[in-house]
């Protein structure tokens, strides 16, 4: 009964806070479906990612608020923040994640596991001949609490999407991609200047205090 009544405790703690969040309720007045929207916006206004024309890969998309964000990048300016939600955009955004995403208008999305072999065929067919201006990855496993084993699955999604972003993503491309600090962390970092000419590790203010989430982005491929 103990641990039942310290469960409640946190889940109603948790509550609280979600519901009083700054960029939850700035998600609400804005129309975006997570507060998730805010740390890309962030990492965008940093590093001047993210322009109207490209093609952008939202790995991990669900529930849609990237796709969302890369979408009114790509609207009209004079669509305003609402306006943006539908209608023309200049740009190509395809999602691809595992859970049901509700349709973002103009963005392809391919539901299915990055990690499987079938997935990733569909998402180059969808890709084709283009080149990837930015590839996004909010991807993360699910995780067990025992550290080797998360960041051996952390570190495989991250390599997924470094070796998708080999293939196809232009020579000054970028990537980004969720990791959390732990175990592991360092290595990732390593990875990530392995492959890219500019590394930064960001934390968006939008990440929750107590999350170990940050963001590694890598900017311009080196030649292999």
């Not at 609400?28 to 916006?41: D, F, I, N, Q």
């Not at 849609?64 to 669509?79: E, I, L, M």
């Not at 997935?119 to 180059?124: D, I, K």
Request: proline share 3%; with cysteine.
């Amino acid at each position: 009964m103990k641990v039942q009544t310290k469960s409640k405790k946190v889940n109603k703690a948790w509550l609280h806070d979600h519901v009083h969040d700054t960029y939850v309720k700035l998600a609400g007045k804005e129309g975006y479906r997570s507060r998730a929207a805010y740390k890309l916006k962030e990492i965008d206004e940093a590093l001047s990612l993210i322009k109207p024309g490209q093609l952008v890969v939202d790995l991990g998309a669900s529930p849609g608020a990237w796709s969302q964000y890369v979408r009114r990048k790509f609207a009209p300016k004079d669509a305003g923040a609402g306006g943006a939600a539908t209608g023309q955009l200049n740009g190509t955004i395809i999602a691809l994640d595992l859970l049901d995403f509700e349709p973002v208008d103009g963005v392809q999305f391919i539901q299915g596991d990055f990690r499987e072999d079938a997935v990733l065929a569909q998402l180059r067919e969808a890709v084709g001949e283009r080149q990837v201006d930015v590839v996004i990855s909010d991807m993360a496993p699910n995780l067990s609490g025992i550290g080797v084993t998360d960041s051996a699955r952390i570190e495989h999604l991250i390599e997924l999407a470094i070796d998708f972003a080999q293939n196809h993503l232009k020579k000054d491309g970028a990537l980004v991609c969720k990791v959390f600090h732990g175990s592991g962390y360092s290595q990732l970092v390593e990875l990530f200047r392995e492959h890219f000419r500019v590394v930064k590790p960001i934390k968006p203010k939008a990440s929750r205090d107590k999350s170990a989430e940050t963001f590694l982005v890598g900017i311009g491929l080196k030649s292999r």
